[in-house]
């Protein structure tokens, strides 16, 4: 494990003001590369995430939700009493601090404390902020309240998902929280670029959905260009047959398999040892196997069924068919692949105990990943050392803010 | 954004957007293409449905902004006119599989000796080193890989993916931002970086945390169609699918008062719903029964009413419900639109216009967004390696021996 200070974001400033996925997963990147995050809280309103408890009989408060302390390691949290005009001044002394202010709150929340990015560059000039509701700042719509499971619907991927004579299902997760986050911390670091560069700071206003529309430009080029409208299909691919997922031995074990060229068919007719398969005049062009991809699926699942997922996915990776094991989460966990990227990583909690943490997809020197060093916080757990630390306060004044209810 | 920095982009589809992102951004992205096309990458369906490697839709969606050229890395010739326009370039992306260029002596380590600056962005299924390094997978196996297929689909039929290639769209992004990040070290440094992705890796932070948790508490967790969670989340109204959670909680509980008060205007809230006890309310510890009861009457309601009268009614009373938006309807999104999010790009010689979705980010600095279409087939030919001092003479015989 490398030291702190170490990380490629070292000694950047970022104070995030949020709650949920979406805002707290993009300061993770930095945060895990070295700079210094403070996430503003409050016990009066907090985070929902903190309020997510896996157990009706396991530890049952603010400091103990493990999605909560999974999704933001590494990170400082102050706890501040945002309903009193002395804690709103506490926050605004935070942003003097602060290289970065992130935000996913609905507009109006920012406006109302006068935390509002016009607000606060009259102070400083240099600052980056960046605003990343689901909506975004603008627009009719700004003020909806909004999860990410509406942003799945309205952005399309709830219609994309599912089989075509069914209900749409959606994709598991709540997609623009997982793509989103992605997106702003690229901005923020192509800010701090420009920033080194200019010395000019600049607001960012993000909507999570259009993150996901523009995601989908391939989806909304079709439409406008042909008057396309894609649905949901299965597993199935206009360019690519058999291409599905298949039945392997066990409860509920599966295996993908992408035939991505006629070449590629060949090898995989060889592997199932059919003759009718492997008869070229009936199979041998995708035309042709597009054409039968029924008839095709059904021959190849009565095959890979009698195979171990993953005794089957080695066999045909090896002669260079795209195959992979549907992974169950206890198989993420057992991964070889993960494991050699360092992809888990495991702190102990005070709470929960020894916690799996991930790290992104993005490895940026030979290993290891990144600098994992502690789970994330408890409420307000470094009030007191931000307060005297960053913004020089001492014992006495530190006192008197709790004392008037303010560090809350 | 990102005005001056050079990029050279050898993607295939799995990279395409990374490569436009940064090109959006402002990035001088040089897409390279074989002679004679990127035929995969330019694959259908086309534009007019005329089967055209110039009007594929799929490659005139993803490579705005980037200038193109053709060039021939299997020939020596070529090789050596890659190599110099790498040393015009801070950043190479690439989604070769790994090993490739190394064969080719295109590698990171053999460029850096020449160009210490140079940060080279590997964009692999499952990173470039390790037991599945050499495993293939486009977006149905990554997906597959990526944990997220397992909990997708309905009990009854296989595990499923989205019929978009999310992978790509978690790793595109995630690509661009390695890269950035590599610039951001480099600016501190001074040096490059080699900057290696895994699509697979990318596609799990679609679980948000479940690994960990389910390693904290284990449970059997199974795809369940429209029940996302342990309610239904997906709903039929009228005229088709609507989004829709029965989760409690501070920041849900108004939005589920304001349902039930809906439903009672209509005469659909039985008495029991009416004077329901929200606060009280956990989705995680109702019974079975309770929640089977509250699906049935919010279900009766939402499949008298189109989509439209839900969505409405949803914006104006402050209810947490969407449509399940196909792309037509994503078009007319007036919030969308109002943000001017669609902008139209020209292509004269089809005669036709095409709305693309723009960058989406504001900025109070920056103009962000597509410069310009997608290039055509060697388009930027004459202007890209005149940059590296190649003359008209020059193109021409290179053109004749199929290096460009």
Known sequence: MTAPGDGIFAGVKILELGAGAAGPVATRYFADQGATVIRVESSKRPDFLRMYHLTKDGPHDLDAAPMFVLMNPNKQSIAINMSLPEGVALAKRLVGWADVVSENFSPKAMAKWGLDYESLRADHDGLIMVSSCLFGQ??????????????????????????????????????????????????????????DRTGEGQYLDVSQIETAVYSLSEMIVRCSANGEVVGRRGNSSDD???????????????????????????????????????????????AQRLAQRDEIDRRLAAWTQAFDAHELMARLQAVGIEAGAVLTLDDLLAD?????????????????????????????????????LTPGPNLGEHTNAILRDQLGMDDDEIASLAERGVLV | ????????????????????????????????????????????PFLGEVSDPERSLLWLALNTSKRGIT??????????????????????????????????????????????????????????????????????????MGGNAALTGDPDRPPVRCSMPTAYYHAGPEAALGIAMALFARARSGGGRFVDVSLRESQLSTLMTAPGQHAHSPRVRRRNGSLLGRSREIWKAADGDITFALRGGQARTPNLKATVAYMAEAGMAPDWLVDYDWAAYNLNSASDDEIARLEAAFGAFFATKTRRELYDQALARRIMLAPCNDARE??????????????TIDYPEFGASIEHPDFFAKSSRCRIGIRSRAPRIGEHNAEVFGEVGLSAADLAALSAEGVI
Request: aromatic letters at 6%.
């Open chain 1, 138 to 195: 603008t627009g009719p719509q700004r003020m909806y309240p909004g999860f990410g499971g509406q942003g799945s619907a309205l952005a399309g991927f709830n219609h994309l998902t599912g089989w075509e004579d069914r209900d749409a299902v959606g994709p598991f997760g709540t997609i623009t929280d997982s793509l989103s986050p992605r997106y702003v911390a690229l901005l923020i670091t192509a800010a701090l670029l420009r920033r």
């Open chain 1, 240 to 286: 690519a047959a058999p291409h599905g997922i298949y039945p392997c031995r066990g409860d509920d074990r599966w295996i993908a398999i992408a035939v991505m060229s006629d070449a590629e068919w060949r090898l995989l007719a060889t592997e199932i040892g059919d003759p009718e398969l492997a008869d070229a005049s009936r199979f041998g062009g995708l």
């Open chain 1, 336 to 372: 070889p692949q993960l494991a050699a990227r360092g992809h888990f990583e495991v702190l102990r909690h005070d709470r929960l105990g020894e916690l799996q943490f991930e790290h992104c997809g993005i490895r940026t020197a030979a290993a290891p990943a990144a600098q994992l």
């Open chain 2, 1 to 44: 954004m990102l005005a001056g920095i050079r990029i050279l982009d050898l993607t295939r589809e799995a990279g395409f957007l990374a490569g436009k992102i940064l090109a959006d951004l402002g990035a001088e992205v040089v897409k390279v293409e074989p002679p004679g096309g990127d035929l995969e990458g330019r694959r259908g």
């Open chain 2, 71 to 144: 060039l021939a890395l299997d020939s020596e010739r070529g090789r050596a006119i890659y190599r110099s326009l790498v040393k015009v370039s801070d950043v190479v992306l690439e989604t070769e599989p790994p090993g490739a260029l190394t064969k080719l002596g295109l590698d990171y380590e053999s460029q850096r000796q020449a160009h210490p600056g140079l940060i080279h962005c590997a964009l692999t299924p499952f990173g470039s080193e390790g037991p599945f390094a050499s495993y293939r997978a486009h977006d149905l196996v990554t997906v597959a």
């Open chain 2, 330 to 343: 994503i078009l007319d999104q007036a919030q969308l639109r109002s943000r001017s999010l669609f902008t």
